[in-house]
């Protein structure tokens, strides 16, 4: 293959990379197909005033090098993108293992309190009951002291 057009010292040539959309003057840029010797029918992106002024150096760029740019162009966005992915789902891991075991920790914090409330209730509990329990106790206690004093 063979490169661009070579630049004008006159009018130096801007450097597009890909698929140009407009050449450096502004204007818009049509296609066309070679018909030298050297790259017959091999196309072409041109500046549509370069057609009528050609001492002027406007845009000039071959069709399949601006495609392969185009390509690589590509290629290099979508392996950054596929990178930042990569990052991203690394951070996102990280704040889901981060908040599980925040969770984990409060759910903990949680059963103890309730596990601690439920042994004070029950704790309590017991207590009044071996209260009763007590006052029964001495209730039969002074009732048999009582009928053992009658009945001897």
Not at 30 to 47: I, K, M, V, W
Not at 114 to 129: G, I
Request: charged share 30%; net charge positive; glycine share 4%.
């Amino acid at each position: 293959m063979t490169s661009s057009s070579t630049s004008s010292a006159r009018f130096p040539r801007i450097s597009t990379h890909g698929v140009p959309t407009r050449c450096w003057c502004g204007e818009g840029i049509t296609t066309f197909g070679s018909s030298t010797a050297e790259n017959r029918y091999r196309r072409f992106y041109q500046c549509e005033i370069a057609r009528h002024r050609k001492t002027e150096n406007h845009l000039f760029k071959w069709i399949d090098e601006a495609l392969i740019e185009e390509i690589r162009m590509v290629d290099v966005k979508h392996e950054r993108v596929a990178q930042e992915i990569t990052m991203f789902e690394e951070r996102v891991m990280e704040k889901v293992k981060s908040e599980m075991v925040r969770v984990e920790h409060e759910m903990s914090e949680k059963r103890k309190e309730k596990v601690d409330l439920e042994f004070a209730r029950v704790s309590q509990e017991m207590k009044h009951k071996l209260k009763i329990a007590t006052v029964a106790m001495v209730v039969v206690g002074a009732i048999v002291g009582i009928w053992t004093s009658l009945s001897a």
